[in-house]
């Protein structure tokens, strides 16, 4: 097996990119290293090859650039994350006692091809394993070529001679000529226009070669003969360019890359410094033995992997005897529910050594164990994307209690940026394997789907691994405030809340005849009819026909957007067309996205006239709770029409109001206790308006003193500094000189230095560190803080300014929440616990609770951490979620 090192690495890193978990402390990137290995692992294990190479490019400089510069000169810039990558790659493969090959003024493919030329008359079966489609050409009876399929790394579709014909119609040998006629934009290699892969094998199969193909050049008519013709020395360099050398003077041959025992001292230091900790393991498995896997050739190193248990088929005594056994003495069972919109088909269950599945037909056999298992709160049980199953199970008449672990929740947690998106996809990233999918576009798979029992196998081998990876106080987040929050959300989700549709249909027809009357208004302003959503056609009326001064400049021309309007609208007499124009086309837009909205809303309202939104704890980076499916969180606070949207919600029948329930100033409070800035803490303490107290230092005047303006100034500044907003961005939000606002931040600054230091400081230690933490632990990385990118790293320094402020108000509100529901279930309240939207809290309140509840529901947020200043609650009460507010 001979690998194209440089070209899996990069692929590798791609596929991995976008999970910032794959960086070290120090800010070193390893995602095509991680993946490169893993990849490796899964070929060892898949094709046990007694000899292994990788080949590597020495740099992007070699013969072919020198005949032809602009070789491969249509590629990008190397990303600064992939840079320092491949020689910690090359070192983790040395570690491994796997050989790597070099070679001046050529490429790894050329390298590729001497190996296979070299293996195949020594009498070896070749694997060429690369991402370069070039391989193709090194085809034959002894070599097959194992290429990246469109999931990337983690499968490699297999390449014999009829895979290669079928694909492009042409034999591996007469690949270089249809490369040549059709050219190689990966290479920067212009082929011929107008010409086709069908057409070039079709050239092919007549002639053979480019050289005979041009030779008869004017037998071929039309168009694409003329061009074939005109460019004939494209397709010859090319050709040439394209023939990988196949006699290279090498260090080694194909004997010399016998497999040979890891050096686990070695391994063990490299992976430490890479913090591989589930890769360490799965590469020492590879054991110091050598040959396939520590076993001696012709062993299966299947053994030497993890396999999964077979699956039983349980029900009744049967059952209720392995559930008994398997979560004795307290041991995790994991779960996976196998359910669709048809409902629940069965249970899959497992332990480490065993797996059963639970088929599951409501009105037959006996689930009165598996009931009592399930909602025992004491039996801990783990998932994957726990809540749709707990909902899913609830509906079916088996609520489940006793969530130990959700292994998607996990992941997300130790990587804020991107949670794994299927079970599949962790099985990748976590334990580097494949679980088979069937396609979702064939009725019938022709795979027999993997059990969800043995799904609940891997969930647990994952959870295992996963557990190995969380730093002390990010365990603690996950453990005691995470995992508990599942059930609640699943709980609220269940509830939903009350809708009185009939107010959103009189306020959709409103918002219909507003965005008509604004639309018209607009067309009388130009005299014309134009496309309201087209910013092509807009951008004709306001800068060609109105003459208005441009905006930010795109790669569409000049932009259109909501916010650069409202600027423009700034700079335009009130008098002009112009004027007139912009400003009933922003009010046609925010009635539309009104309407929109609203619409948005009936669709979600189900047949008991309560809409149910879908909510994910791990939504967002900073681990605050997200809204989908409808989003509402997005309902607009302070403008009338966002109050006659939130006056539909109601208490539903057989309760008697609702409860609303805010932080005040949370994230100041936070910023307050973290930056311990004397001044903000006094404010706080005393009671006092925080911007009007602000302002009054900032502006050198009395509080009764602080006109409306200055303390709008202030607040805006207050808010706008833990978001990393600078000179600039304060300018344009306040609308005022960059001067002023200079001058504002500085005298800011003079009176609350401990914001200033606590800021600072809060970049700088997340530099050193790679994240940043909240109160309670939870971590957030920030490996671009360190990049050469200059704007990946600015974006990276604004959000780690408010990443530790923005992250602890979550977790205090997750705490909060889940402080609440319990006293509410201690206190067999019938109130429900509906809606969290940013800092507020939604109830709907039973009869005669209200005392009850609403003592529960202040004094949980309140004392939901312990800060230097006081958590402040303000809690209100209505019919609706309108009149509820405070």
């Not at 609940?456 to 995470?482: H, M, N, P, S």
């Not at 005047?701 to 100034?713: F, G, H, I, L, N």
Request: net charge negative; glycine share 8%.
């Amino acid at each position: 097996m001979i690998i194209d090192g440089h070209s899996l690495a990069f692929r590798a890193f791609f596929a991995l990119l976008p999970a910032g978990r794959f960086v070290t402390d120090d800010g070193q990137h390893t995602e095509a290293i991680h993946g490169f290995i893993s990849m490796l692992l899964k070929l060892m294990k898949d094709h046990e090859p007694t000899h292994v190479g990788v080949a590597f490019d020495l740099s992007r400089f070699s013969f072919r650039t020198r005949e032809y510069p602009e070789y491969k000169g249509g590629r990008a810039e190397t990303p600064p994350e992939f840079i320092g990558q491949v020689p910690l790659l090359e070192e983790a493969l040395h570690a491994m006692n796997i050989t790597t090959i070099t070679k001046e003024d050529y490429e790894a493919d050329d390298i590729l091809a001497t190996l296979a030329k070299q293996g195949g008359e020594q009498g070896f079966d070749v694997l060429v394993v690369s991402g370069d489609r070039d391989s193709f050409q090194l085809v034959d009876d002894h070599t097959t070529v194992l290429y990246p399929s469109v999931l990337g790394v983690s499968e490699l579709k297999r390449y014999d001679a009829q895979a290669v014909y079928d694909k492009y119609e042409v034999w591996p040998h007469q690949y270089p000529e249809l490369a040549a006629l059709t050219g190689e934009k990966a290479d920067n290699l212009p082929g011929i226009d107008k010409v086709g892969p069908k057409t070039a094998a079709k050239w092919i199969a007549k002639w053979g070669t480019v050289e005979e193909i041009i030779a008869h050049a004017d037998e071929i008519k039309g168009v694409v003969g003329e061009r074939l013709r005109e460019q004939k020395e494209n397709a010859l360099r090319n050709r040439r360019l394209n023939a990988l050398v196949r006699d290279l003077e090498l260090p080694v041959g194909p004997a010399d890359l016998v497999r040979r025992p890891v050096d686990e001292a070695k391994v063990r230091e490299v992976f430490g410094r890479l913090q591989f900790r589930t890769l360490l393991d799965r590469v020492l498995k590879l054991g110091t033995d050598g040959a396939a896997a520590g076993l001696e050739v012709g062993e299966s190193a299947e053994e030497t992997a993890e396999a999964a248990p077979a699956v039983k088929t349980l029900a009744d005594e049967e059952l209720a005897h392995w559930l008994e056994k398997a979560s004795s003495g307290g041991a995790p069972v994991a779960v996976q529910l196998d359910h669709g919109p048809a409902g629940i088909a069965g249970f899959g269950l497992a332990t480490p050594d065993d797996s059963a599945y639970v088929p599951f037909k409501p009105g037959t056999g006996d689930y009165a164990a598996f009931e009592a298992w399930l909602t025992d709160a004491s039996k801990p049980k783990y998932f994957f994307n726990a809540k749709p199953q707990l909902e899913a199970s609830d509906r079916a008449g088996l609520p489940i209690h006793g969530v130990a672990a959700d292994t998607r929740v996990a992941g997300a947690i130790l990587n804020p940026t991107k949670a794994p998106a299927s079970l599949a996809d962790q099985v990748y990233e976590v334990l580097g394997e494949s679980l088979p999918q069937p396609d979702p576009n064939q009725l019938v798979p022709d795979s027999e789907p993997v059990s969800a029992a043995t799904q609940a196998w891997y969930v647990l081998r994952i959870a295992r691994d996963l557990d190995l990876a969380f730093a002390e106080g990010t365990k603690r987040v996950y453990e005691t405030i995470e995992v508990p929050l599942v059930e609640v959300l699943a709980r609220m989700e269940l509830t939903g809340i009350a809708v009185d549709s009939a107010v959103l249909a009189q306020l959709r027809e409103e918002l219909t005849g507003w965005a008509e009357t604004y639309q018209q208004a607009a067309y009388a302003a130009i005299g014309r009819e134009v496309n309201m959503g087209s910013p092509k056609q807009l951008q004709t009326v306001l800068f060609d026909e109105l003459h208005l001064p441009f905006t930010r400049k795109t790669k569409t021309g000049y932009s259109t957007d909501a916010e650069s309007l409202a600027d423009l609208k700034e700079q335009v007499d009130e008098d002009t067309a112009g004027y007139v124009f912009l400003d009933a086309l922003l009010k046609h837009r925010d009635a539309t996205k009104l309407k929109q909205m609203i619409e948005t809303l009936e669709k979600a309202v189900d047949s008991t006239g309560r809409i149910h939104t879908t909510y994910d704890q791990v939504g967002a980076a900073t681990g605050r709770i997200s809204s989908n499916d409808p989003n509402l969180q997005n309902i607009p606070v302070r403008s009338d029409t966002g109050k006659r949207i939130r006056s539909a919600f109601v208490a539903g029948e057989g309760y008697e109001c609702l409860l609303t329930a805010d932080y005040s100033q949370i994230e100041m409070r936070i910023m307050a206790h973290l930056s311990g800035d004397e001044g903000l803490i006094a404010a706080f303490n005393e009671g006092e308006d925080l911007h009007r107290f602000v302002g009054s230092h900032v502006f050198n005047v009395a509080p009764e003193d602080v006109t409306p303006q200055m303390r709008s100034k202030v607040k805006a500044m207050s808010y706008g500094l833990a978001y990393g907003l600078g000179p600039f961005g304060l300018a344009k939000q306040l609308r005022i000189s960059q001067g002023e606002a200079k001058q504002l931040m500085a005298e800011y600054f003079e009176r609350f230095g401990g914001v200033r230091d606590y800021l600072r400081d809060v970049v700088a230690k997340a530099k050193v560190d790679g994240y940043t933490e909240t109160i309670f632990g939870r971590r957030r990385p920030f490996p671009d803080l360190n990049s050469l990118n200059r704007v990946l790293r600015d974006n990276a320094e604004r959000a780690a300014l408010n990443s530790p402020i923005q992250g602890s108000a979550a977790d205090i509100m997750k705490i909060a929440m889940l402080n609440v529901a319990r006293d509410m279930t201690d206190a067999s309240l019938r109130s429900r616990m509906l809606l969290q939207v940013h800092d507020e809290l939604i109830f709907e309140v039973a009869p005669g609770e209200w005392d009850a509840l609403e003592q529960i529901v202040t004094h949980r947020m309140s004392t939901a951490a312990e800060l230097r200043v006081p958590l402040t609650v303000q809690v209100g009460r209505g019919a609706n979620w309108d009149q509820a507010a405070h």
